[in-house]
């Protein structure tokens, strides 16, 4: 939980009181669940229901990779100990807990209101994408469940074979590799051409050496080939690409749900 977050700071302030919960056993299938003790610290948001319902939560992975998104905090939920609970998109907030505001806490009725009023800065500011991928994060969570389980065919049809070889060392190499994971359509993949220059797809740095090198050969092939898949166009000549880089690099971020792509944010968000 983001408890600094202005959502429990003004205009009400809020200091939220934690206890110890029991950590639910579904948290231990997730890879960040794996070792998490048997308590943590939980924040209530809302007195016993006398009919249960399920709330909503979201899917944490990659969740925050564009400048309008944020995730505030988790709840207890039948996924996992990432899933977002309390979150913002653009300009739609996720209050994930099923209660009426008659049930819930002093507390987080007073965040509630906050969040009223915080949200209201971001009236008409659309979402700035819809989600195309999953994040590679997924990849690291597929790997954990092959270390232990059975391969199902959902899992094996999204992990690129020559992964799948090693089937026992997978996950520690997922790992170890995956500032350089791509996802093409629903198969994950280790890109070659990020793993052999050394630099992450979503690291700027990339930009500048994809421009350097076409600025040493014109027609370099891994230089065009990344820039295409991780921008989406094709500017042409090297000093093309420097105007581009150097003209947008203050608001230029990477999106793995976006489809593993460079976009510029726009002015003010």
């Not at 209050?95 to 009426?100: I, S, V, Y």
């Not at 659309?126 to 195309?132: A, I, S």
């Not at 899992?155 to 995956?178: F, S």
Request: charged fraction near 30%; proline fraction near 6%.
């Amino acid at each position: 939980m983001d408890a600094a977050h202005e959502i429990f700071r003004t205009p009400f302030a809020v200091t939220p009181t934690l206890a110890p919960i029991d950590v639910p056993d579904n948290y231990r299938r997730y890879r960040e669940g794996a070792d998490l003790p048997a308590k943590i610290p939980g924040w209530r948001v809302h007195d016993d229901l006398p009919s249960r319902d399920v709330g909503l939560v979201s899917d944490p992975y990659g969740f925050t990779d564009s400048p309008d998104c944020e995730f505030i905090a988790s709840g207890i939920n039948s996924k996992g100990p990432r899933s977002v609970a309390l979150g913002r998109q653009g300009n739609f907030f996720l209050w994930g807990f099923c209660a009426p505001p008659a049930s819930l806490t002093d507390e987080a009725e007073r965040v509630f209101l906050n969040t009223l009023v915080y949200m209201k800065r971001f009236d008409r500011q659309r979402p700035l994408h819809e989600k195309v991928r999953r994040a590679r994060e997924w990849l690291v969570q597929y790997a954990f469940l092959l270390k232990d389980q059975e391969a199902s065919d959902y899992l094996i049809a999204r992990i690129d074979k020559d992964l799948l070889a090693d089937r026992d060392g997978m996950l520690a190499r997922v790992e170890r590799e995956l500032d350089y994971v791509w996802c093409d359509g629903d198969v994950f993949w280790i890109g070659a051409d990020c793993r052999e220059l050394g630099i992450p797809n979503g690291d700027p740095r990339l930009l500048d050496a994809c421009a350097e090198a076409l600025e040493r050969d014109a027609n370099d092939a891994r230089a065009t080939r990344l820039l295409r898949r991780y921008v989406g166009q094709d500017l042409g000549a090297a000093a093309a690409w420097r105007e581009w880089i150097g003209t947008n690099r203050a608001r230029l971020y990477f999106s793995d749900t976006a489809g593993y792509r460079w976009f510029v944010a726009p002015a003010g968000r």
